[in-house]
């Protein structure tokens, strides 16, 4: 890789100066909305990574926010999520006011409680004050706020040569308004109104003056309006509205899931943290539902992380596959355009909205520079098929399909070798567009970059099970021409693959193919997602999965990335040696696929041992490499995005991986393969899994050598089909 190449993916790196996931940070989302505090529910400017704020359609509309009781910050007492993800809650109290002088409020006098949540494009705020005192007090409560419009590539750390113009603030006797006019054009407007209107008003601050008898309590309410453009002036519902419409939406998105229980507590924090992770990641679209990326770095569609995500999660929820799908689909690209990275057929990579996105300054308002999403996108389609039987959706979307399969055949495979390879063509794409997209993540054993086109071996596994699907899909569609084609690519592919992937000295598959057609002999957690897909010869599965569990791969804690015996293996590294959970996860469902259950388990109770020492039992997009030590969780990785959907997705994908568990909708079946649980799991149940046009709810027992399975309740023609 050229200097200038390196320098170019530099511009677009997460600068990191201290671990989001160990800051205290708080995270609400909403649709295109989410939020960053810290504990105190304040928003510093100067917090972790500036990356605290109020944040809609890719821009900060609010970067500070502090309370404070006569000029005074208050002492915490207990900050936390809800369960559900929706509310966001504070308790402190007084410190000693005023500080160092005759006392007249004694700290602990007065409680202050704050509740927070996202609905609408605004976020709403609940502040009572308690005086819980002897004597009536008089005090100063001050909110103060700004607003600095930055875009989110800018917080993550890009600088601009040039910015929009701010407004002056206007001021009403309930309201602040803050507003920026960027170079795109469009006005941005920060609509801050408090009920009751506060005493003092200024363009930064408002105060209340209080007075509070023995056991009296005052509230106030504040909503701070994100607006864009055209948008009409938001005249902001009441608190209480706002949070009854705010829950019912909620209660809307899971109604239909399936609910999982269990008899270990803390495995029942993981899966109601992860749930309610996912359906705060997911945003409603035109097309349906659709989950984002992560927050804060990623709260927009990317199509891979959207693909997989709904995938692991489609056992519970398959309404979220048919939203994906559906988005995927309305966004394909239909032409050529090399400053994308686009060709006919090609699934989207990222959507950016905000102001740089639209000047064009970042490259990623509609990018198409992934390899995998194309073949993945035909994997869920066929996956989501064979899980609800729903062939409608299949032939509305055959057309795009089709297309996905013929950009495989067309433009994939850059250089006619029968193995699909990215190259991009865009000057300021991405250099490597697999799932490990860093500038340094493909490189050869001695450490030198890869020259392209590559072909990773992870995605020649997609493509396997791309054909695999697609041929299946084309059956059902009466295409029976095409379904041989398909099947025979699979085949070559498959053969071929292990030709010319497999190191008998790695005891597992090169990472990549280079340019010149050599092989990257480095030992990675990409050859485990080679199982995922199937394209693995049965003889090499066993050599391959105790592979990725010696010491070298596996931490204690997961499958790293990449051997502590390569080169530029570096524990606290992007793609060289951490180790992401969701990359676990599907390494797992491979294991499972070849019947490997011990090594499903190992990872299974790797991981969630790691979620007992994460804050909210809560899983990271990714945390860092080192090996496991005695007392100590894992190390956190600086800017991991957290929540992050297909991380929030693991213990899905790992509870099916353990039972062995295919839900088969067209037949009304649920097939469970020589099931088995770690001994941290007595039991398990799963109700209201939906199979077809059924639906079915199951306890599952751990027994010394297998998993009895009980059907509790069924509704339609279910049946279960449980192989020792």
């Given at each position: 890789m050229t200097k200038h190449a390196e320098d170019e993916e530099d511009r677009f790196q997460i600068l990191a100066t201290a671990s989001l996931t160990l800051s205290g940070a708080r995270v609400l989302k909403q649709g295109d909305t989410f939020a960053v505090f810290d504990r105190f529910g304040d928003i510093r400017p100067w917090g972790v990574l500036g990356a605290q704020g109020l944040y809609h359609d890719g821009a900060r509309f609010l970067s500070s926010l502090r309370l404070r009781l006569d000029g005074q910050p208050l002492p915490l007492l207990s900050s936390t999520i809800g369960d559900d993800n929706m509310m966001f809650v504070v308790d402190m109290m007084n410190p000693d006011l005023p500080p160092g002088g005759e006392l007249v409020v004694h700290h602990g006098t007065l409680h202050v409680s704050r509740e927070k949540f996202l609905w609408q494009a605004a976020c709403h705020e609940r502040l009572q004050i308690t005086n819980y005192g002897p004597h009536a007090v008089d005090v100063d409560l001050e909110v103060a706020f700004a607003a600095d419009f930055a875009d989110v590539f800018e917080v993550r750390g890009t600088r601009?040569?040039?910015?929009?113009?701010?407004?002056?603030?206007?001021?009403?006797?309930?309201?602040?308004?803050?507003?920026?006019?960027?170079?795109?054009?469009?006005?941005?407007?920060?609509?801050?109104?408090?009920d009751p209107a506060p005493e003092v008003r200024a363009p930064d601050r408002v105060l209340f003056r209080l007075h509070l008898a023995t056991k009296m309590t005052r509230e106030i309410r504040v909503a701070v309006a994100c607006e864009v453009g055209d948008d009409e002036p938001s005249e902001c519902p009441s608190f209480d509205l706002a949070l009854t419409q705010a829950a019912e939406v909620l209660r809307e998105f899971s109604c239909h899931d399936c609910t999982i229980d269990s008899s270990s507590e803390q495995f029942d924090d993981w899966i109601r943290r992860s749930l309610a992770d996912l359906r705060m990641m997911i945003t409603r679209t035109p097309s349906g539902l659709y989950p984002y990326a992560g927050v804060p770095w990623f709260s927009t569609p990317f199509g891979r992380d959207a693909i997989i995500t709904a995938l692991a999660a489609m056992w519970v929820s398959p309404d979220l596959a048919r939203g994906v799908l559906r988005f995927l689909a309305a966004s394909q690209a239909d032409r050529m355009d090399p400053a994308a990275d686009a060709e006919p057929g090609k699934i989207v990579h990222e959507i950016r909205s905000g102001e740089m996105a639209a000047l064009g300054e970042i490259p990623f308002r509609r990018y198409y520079g992934s390899v995998d999403a194309t073949p993945l996108f035909v994997v869920l389609a066929a996956a989501y098929h064979e899980h609800t039987g729903d062939g409608a959706t299949i032939a509305e979307l055959w057309p795009q399909i089709e297309r996905a399969l013929m950009w495989i055949e067309r433009y994939g495979d850059l250089d006619g070798d029968g193995f699909v390879e990215y190259g991009r063509r865009s000057e300021h794409g991405l250099v490597h567009q697999g799932w490990k997209d860093s500038h340094d993540a493909v490189f050869h054993a001695d450490g030198s970059p890869a020259d392209g086109p590559i072909a990773l071996c992870e995605v020649q596994g997609y493509v396997y099970a791309a054909c695999e699907g697609g041929a299946r899909l084309a059956e059902l569609l009466g295409d029976e021409g095409r379904a041989r084609i398909l099947r025979a690519r699979a085949e070559r592919l498959r053969a071929r693959f292990d030709e010319a992937f497999w190191c008998e000295e790695l005891e597992g598959y090169a990472l990549a193919l280079d340019g010149a057609k050599r092989p990257c002999r480095v030992r990675t957690s990409n050859a485990g997602q080679c199982l995922f897909s199937g394209i693995v010869l049965p003889e090499r599965a066993r050599r391959l999965a105790d592979r990725l569990l010696d010491d070298d791969m596996f931490s204690g804690w997961g499958i790293r990335t990449v051997s502590t015996r390569e080169r530029r293996y570096n524990p606290m590294s992007y793609h060289n040696g951490s180790i992401w959970p969701h990359d676990n996860a599907l390494i797992a469902l491979g294991l499972s696929r070849y019947n490997l259950k011990d090594h499903v388990l190992r990872v299974m109770q790797a991981m969630f041992e790691a979620t007992q020492f994460a804050e909210l039992s809560r899983l990271p997009e990714l945390f860092c490499g080192f090996p496991r030590r005695h007392g100590a969780g894992p190390t956190m990785y600086p800017v991991a995005c957290s929540p992050q959907a297909w991380a929030a997705t693991t213990p899905l994908l790992l509870l099916q991986a353990a039972l062995g568990m295919s839900v088969e909708g067209t037949e009304g079946r649920v097939r469970f393969l020589r099931s088995a649980l770690p001994p941290s799991l007595e039991k398990i149940s799963i109700r209201n899994l939906r199979v077809g046009a059924g639906n079915i709810d199951l306890a599952l027992h751990r027994h010394p050598e297998d998993v009895g399975i009980h059907i509790l309740g069924r509704r339609g023609p279910v049946e279960i089909v449980s192989v020792k």
């Amino acid at each position: 890789m050229t200097k200038h190449a390196e320098d170019e993916e530099d511009r677009f790196q997460i600068l990191a100066t201290a671990s989001l996931t160990l800051s205290g940070a708080r995270v609400l989302k909403q649709g295109d909305t989410f939020a960053v505090f810290d504990r105190f529910g304040d928003i510093r400017p100067w917090g972790v990574l500036g990356a605290q704020g109020l944040y809609h359609d890719g821009a900060r509309f609010l970067s500070s926010l502090r309370l404070r009781l006569d000029g005074q910050p208050l002492p915490l007492l207990s900050s936390t999520i809800g369960d559900d993800n929706m509310m966001f809650v504070v308790d402190m109290m007084n410190p000693d006011l005023p500080p160092g002088g005759e006392l007249v409020v004694h700290h602990g006098t007065l409680h202050v409680s704050r509740e927070k949540f996202l609905w609408q494009a605004a976020c709403h705020e609940r502040l009572q004050i308690t005086n819980y005192g002897p004597h009536a007090v008089d005090v100063d409560l001050e909110v103060a706020f700004a607003a600095d419009f930055a875009d989110v590539f800018e917080v993550r750390g890009t600088r601009r040569d040039r910015r929009g113009a701010m407004h002056l603030p206007e001021l009403s006797d309930s309201s602040v308004v803050l507003a920026y006019t960027g170079l795109d054009g469009l006005v941005r407007r920060t609509r801050l109104c408090f009920d009751p209107a506060p005493e003092v008003r200024a363009p930064d601050r408002v105060l209340f003056r209080l007075h509070l008898a023995t056991k009296m309590t005052r509230e106030i309410r504040v909503a701070v309006a994100c607006e864009v453009g055209d948008d009409e002036p938001s005249e902001c519902p009441s608190f209480d509205l706002a949070l009854t419409q705010a829950a019912e939406v909620l209660r809307e998105f899971s109604c239909h899931d399936c609910t999982i229980d269990s008899s270990s507590e803390q495995f029942d924090d993981w899966i109601r943290r992860s749930l309610a992770d996912l359906r705060m990641m997911i945003t409603r679209t035109p097309s349906g539902l659709y989950p984002y990326a992560g927050v804060p770095w990623f709260s927009t569609p990317f199509g891979r992380d959207a693909i997989i995500t709904a995938l692991a999660a489609m056992w519970v929820s398959p309404d979220l596959a048919r939203g994906v799908l559906r988005f995927l689909a309305a966004s394909q690209a239909d032409r050529m355009d090399p400053a994308a990275d686009a060709e006919p057929g090609k699934i989207v990579h990222e959507i950016r909205s905000g102001e740089m996105a639209a000047l064009g300054e970042i490259p990623f308002r509609r990018y198409y520079g992934s390899v995998d999403a194309t073949p993945l996108f035909v994997v869920l389609a066929a996956a989501y098929h064979e899980h609800t039987g729903d062939g409608a959706t299949i032939a509305e979307l055959w057309p795009q399909i089709e297309r996905a399969l013929m950009w495989i055949e067309r433009y994939g495979d850059l250089d006619g070798d029968g193995f699909v390879e990215y190259g991009r063509r865009s000057e300021h794409g991405l250099v490597h567009q697999g799932w490990k997209d860093s500038h340094d993540a493909v490189f050869h054993a001695d450490g030198s970059p890869a020259d392209g086109p590559i072909a990773l071996c992870e995605v020649q596994g997609y493509v396997y099970a791309a054909c695999e699907g697609g041929a299946r899909l084309a059956e059902l569609l009466g295409d029976e021409g095409r379904a041989r084609i398909l099947r025979a690519r699979a085949e070559r592919l498959r053969a071929r693959f292990d030709e010319a992937f497999w190191c008998e000295e790695l005891e597992g598959y090169a990472l990549a193919l280079d340019g010149a057609k050599r092989p990257c002999r480095v030992r990675t957690s990409n050859a485990g997602q080679c199982l995922f897909s199937g394209i693995v010869l049965p003889e090499r599965a066993r050599r391959l999965a105790d592979r990725l569990l010696d010491d070298d791969m596996f931490s204690g804690w997961g499958i790293r990335t990449v051997s502590t015996r390569e080169r530029r293996y570096n524990p606290m590294s992007y793609h060289n040696g951490s180790i992401w959970p969701h990359d676990n996860a599907l390494i797992a469902l491979g294991l499972s696929r070849y019947n490997l259950k011990d090594h499903v388990l190992r990872v299974m109770q790797a991981m969630f041992e790691a979620t007992q020492f994460a804050e909210l039992s809560r899983l990271p997009e990714l945390f860092c490499g080192f090996p496991r030590r005695h007392g100590a969780g894992p190390t956190m990785y600086p800017v991991a995005c957290s929540p992050q959907a297909w991380a929030a997705t693991t213990p899905l994908l790992l509870l099916q991986a353990a039972l062995g568990m295919s839900v088969e909708g067209t037949e009304g079946r649920v097939r469970f393969l020589r099931s088995a649980l770690p001994p941290s799991l007595e039991k398990i149940s799963i109700r209201n899994l939906r199979v077809g046009a059924g639906n079915i709810d199951l306890a599952l027992h751990r027994h010394p050598e297998d998993v009895g399975i009980h059907i509790l309740g069924r509704r339609g023609p279910v049946e279960i089909v449980s192989v020792k």
